[in-house]
C-alpha cells in the first residue's frame, strides 16, 4: 500500500485558466498515489499597494514545512518577486522537496514549458505567410525571465531576414493595461505596425477592444496574436491566434516529478515541454474546427454564467444586511447558517479568522507578515452541506479535522482574507477547487473582506459609543453612576427586578454636614468626603448593585433583598467610619441612610421608591448627633 502523502501548491491565481488546467492534472494523479494536496493562492496584482500585498502574502507562512512531503510552486503565476520569494523562504530553505513552473529557481526542480520555440514559430509564420515586417512587441512586466525570451524569439525571426522590431511596449500583462497603451498609441497619430505580438492572450485582447471601438479591423489594417491559448483567446472576435503550452497534461508531469524527486532528490533536475503556435483569425487564417464551436458554446451558455455571477452578488448582499448589527462572532455564525447555500463555496469550507481582529484596536493591530495566530476563529463553516456553529481551533491543522486524515485524497484550497495592512485571517474549502478556475473565490473573497471589515468598525463603533455613554452618564468625583445614570441605568433595573419576581431595597445615603465641610475644611476635602463615602459604598455593598450620586451630598444604591435592611446601613455606616480612621481625615465624616423595601408587585415608580427612601433617611439623621465641632 502507498504511503499516505501531502503536498503544497502554490499560486497566484489570477492566471485562472491556467491554475484551473494545472491543478485538475495534480488532482487527478494525486487521487491516484493516496495524496492530499493544499493548494495557497493569492491574488496578488503587479500595481498592488505594498501593505495590501504583504498582508495577502503572509498566506504562504501559514503552513508548516515539516507537515509536507513536497511542494509544487507554479512560479510564473506570480507577477512580483516577492510571492515567491515568500515561499522560497519557508518551504525551500527548510529541505523540501520543490518543483518551479516555467521560471528557474536556484537548487529547484525546473519544469516548464517553451517560451521561445512557439513564439519563434509564430514569428516565422506571420514573416514568411502574411509579409509581416513591422512588429511592435507587447511585453508583461519588464525584467520578467519569460517575456525576455518571447522577445528574443521575435527579434531572432526578424534578425534572420534582416528586420528588426519596431518597438516595446510594456502593458503589465493585463487587459485594462493594453487597451490604455493602444489608445495612447493612436491618440498619438502614431502608425499602426502590421502586427502587435503580445506576450499573453489578455493584453492582445486587450488591444484588439480598442482597435475595434477605434474602427480598425483585425487583420485586415493589423494583425494580433497572444500567448498561452486561453479560453478567452477562444471565444474572441476574431479568434485569437496564440501559442499553446499543453497546460491540460502540465499538471500531471508536475506531480509525477514532485513524487520523484521525494523519493530521489535532484534539485537540479529540469525538463521543456514544447510549446506551439495555433494560428487563428487575428492573424488571417483559418480557425481550429475546436475553436469554432468554443466560441459558440460559450455564447449559447453566456446568459446562465452571468446569471451566475449575479447570484452570488446578491446573495452577499443578503448576507451583508442579515448580519447588520451583529456583534458577537457567535450571533454571525447563526445569522449567516439562515440563508446560506452550499452552491456559495462548496459543502465543505471554514472562514478562520485571527482573534485580535475583533478585539485590537487600529493602533494595536498587528501588522502580521510572518504567519496566523495558534488559535483562530471560526465563525462560519459548512461540513457535508450542513452549517457550522462557532468554534476556535489550531491553526497549526490548516482545514479543521485535516490534522487527523490518515488516507485517501482531498483537495484544499486556501485563500487570504485581508484589508490594507489588515490580516483578517483566510477561507478553507475543501474538494471544490473548481471556484479557482472562473474567479467566483475571487469575487467571494472580496464579499468576505468587505463584510468582515463592516462588522469590525460596526462592533469597535458600538464600543465606542458605549464608552461615551458610560463617560456621560458616570460622575468622575464618585466614579458611580450620575443623575442621568440614575435615571437611564438605575431606574430600569428596578423595573427588570420586580419583572423577575424579586424583592429589591433601594437605600438613600446623605453625608452629614456637608456644607460645613466645604466651608471650613475647603472643597478639596469636600470632595474626599464624597470619594469616600462612594468608595464604603462599593466595598459594604453586593457587587451586583448599582449605586449612583443623586444629588450633591446624596446617593442612593440598588439590589435584591437578601438580608435585614438594617444590616446593609450597619455595613455601610461602618465602612465610612473605617475610612475616617485609615485616612486620619481632619473632619468627621458620617452619613444618615435611609431605605425602601420594593415589592414585585410595587405598581408605583423608581421616583416614588427614591421618595420614600429619601424620607427614611431624615427619620435617621433626626436621631444621631451629627455635630462635626467635636474632631
Not at 261 to 284: A, F, H, K, L, R
Not at 327 to 346: N, Q, R, V
Amino acid at each position: 500500500m502507498l504511503k499516505h502523502k501531502k503536498i503544497a501548491v502554490f499560486l497566484n491565481g489570477w492566471s485562472n485558466e491556467y491554475v484551473g488546467l494545472i491543478v485538475e492534472g495534480i488532482r487527478r494523479e494525486a487521487a491516484r498515489n493516496d495524496t492530499d494536496v493544499f493548494v495557497y493562492a493569492t491574488f496578488v496584482y503587479w500595481a498592488e499597494e505594498e501593505a495590501q500585498r504583504k498582508s495577502m502574502l503572509n498566506i504562504f507562512h501559514l503552513p508548516n514545512p515539516d507537515d509536507y512531503d513536497g511542494g509544487i510552486m507554479l512560479t510564473n503565476t506570480f507577477n512580483i518577486s516577492d510571492e515567491h520569494e515568500r515561499v522560497r523562504n519557508v518551504f525551500h530553505k527548510g529541505g523540501i522537496p520543490m518543483v518551479s513552473t516555467e521560471i528557474r529557481i536556484p537548487r529547484m526542480t525546473y519544469i516548464g514549458t517553451s517560451n521561445y520555440g512557439g513564439m519563434k514559430e509564430l514569428a516565422d509564420h506571420l514573416i514568411d505567410k502574411h509579409g509581416v515586417k513591422r512588429i511592435v512587441f507587447v511585453s508583461g512586466i519588464k525584467d520578467n525571465e519569460e517575456c525576455a525570451i518571447r522577445k528574443q524569439a521575435v527579434e531572432d525571426a526578424l534578425s534572420e531576414r534582416g528586420l528588426a522590431l519596431m518597438d516595446t511596449v510594456w502593458a503589465g500583462y493585463d487587459f485594462l493595461t493594453a487597451t490604455t497603451i493602444t489608445n495612447d498609441w493612436l491618440d498619438a497619430g502614431r502608425e499602426l505596425p502590421d502586427a502587435f505580438v503580445c506576450a499573453n492572450d489578455h493584453m492582445a485582447l486587450g488591444i484588439m477592444d480598442v482597435l475595434e471601438q477605434r474602427g480598425y479591423k483585425v487583420p485586415n489594417d493589423v494583425i494580433v496574436t497572444g500567448f498561452d491559448s486561453v479560453k478567452e483567446s477562444k471565444i474572441s472576435y476574431p479568434l485569437l491566434a496564440s501559442v499553446s503550452r499543453q497546460w491540460d497534461v502540465m499538471g500531471e508531469h508536475l506531480f509525477k516529478e514532485l513524487m520523484r524527486q521525494i523519493e530521489t532528490p535532484d534539485p537540479d533536475y529540469e525538463n521543456i515541454y514544447p510549446s506551439y503556435y495555433v494560428p487563428s483569425e487575428s492573424c488571417g487564417c483559418t480557425p481550429r474546427p475546436e475553436d469554432v464551436e468554443l466560441r459558440l458554446k460559450y455564447l449559447k451558455n453566456q446568459y446562465s454564467e452571468n446569471a451566475i455571477i449575479d447570484r452570488l452578488d446578491r446573495f452577499f448582499q443578503r448576507l451583508r444586511m442579515a448580519t447588520t448589527g451583529v456583534e458577537k462572532l457567535e450571533d454571525f455564525s447563526t445569522e449567516a447558517s439562515k440563508i446560506w447555500k452550499p452552491d456559495i463555496l462548496g459543502p465543505d469550507f471554514y472562514v478562520c479568522v485571527e482573534p485580535s481582529f475583533f478585539e485590537a484596536d487600529d493602533e494595536h493591530y498587528p501588522e502580521r507578515i510572518r504567519g496566523y495566530s495558534r488559535k483562530m476563529d471560526v465563525i462560519f463553516g459548512m461540513k457535508d452541506g450542513k452549517t457550522t456553529p462557532y468554534f476556535e481551533f489550531d491553526s497549526g491543522e490548516v482545514y479543521p479535522g485535516a490534522g487527523d486524515k490518515k488516507d485517501g485524497s482531498d483537495i484544499y484550497v486556501i485563500v487570504p482574507l485581508n484589508y490594507m495592512n489588515y490580516v483578517i485571517g483566510y477561507i478553507a474549502i475543501k474538494n471544490t477547487p473548481e471556484i479557482l478556475y472562473d474567479l467566483r473565490i475571487f469575487r467571494a473573497i472580496n464579499h468576505v473582506d468587505a463584510l468582515l471589515m463592516t462588522m469590525r468598525q460596526y462592533i469597535f463603533s458600538q464600543r465606542a459609543n458605549r464608552e461615551l455613554k458610560k463617560i456621560y452618564m458616570t460622575d468622575y468625583l464618585s466614579d458611580t453612576y450620575n443623575r442621568t445614570g440614575c435615571e437611564d441605568v438605575i431606574f430600569p433595573y428596578i423595573e427588570s427586578l420586580k419583572a423577575a419576581g424579586r424583592k429589591l431595597i433601594i437605600l438613600f445615603v446623605d453625608i452629614n454636614n456637608m456644607k460645613t465641610i466645604n466651608d471650613e475644611y475647603g472643597h478639596l476635602n469636600g470632595d474626599l468626603a464624597i470619594k469616600a463615602t462612594a468608595s464604603s459604598m462599593k466595598e459594604a455593598l453586593p457587587e451586583d448593585w448599582l449605586l449612583g450620586r443623586y444629588g450633591g451630598d446624596e446617593f442612593i444604591a440598588v439590589g435584591r433583598l437578601d438580608k435585614d435592611p438594617e444590616e446593609y446601613i450597619a455595613d455601610v455606616k461602618e465602612k465610612i467610619l473605617n475610612f475616617n480612621k485609615s485616612l486620619k481625615l481632619t473632619f468627621k465624616l458620617t452619613a444618615s441612610v435611609g431605605y425602601h423595601i420594593i415589592d414585585p408587585d410595587d405598581k408605583r415608580g423608581a421616583s416614588d421608591y427614591v421618595k420614600a427612601a429619601d424620607e427614611s433617611m431624615y427619620e435617621d439623621k433626626k436621631h444621631k448627633d451629627t455635630n462635626i465641632a467635636n474632631i
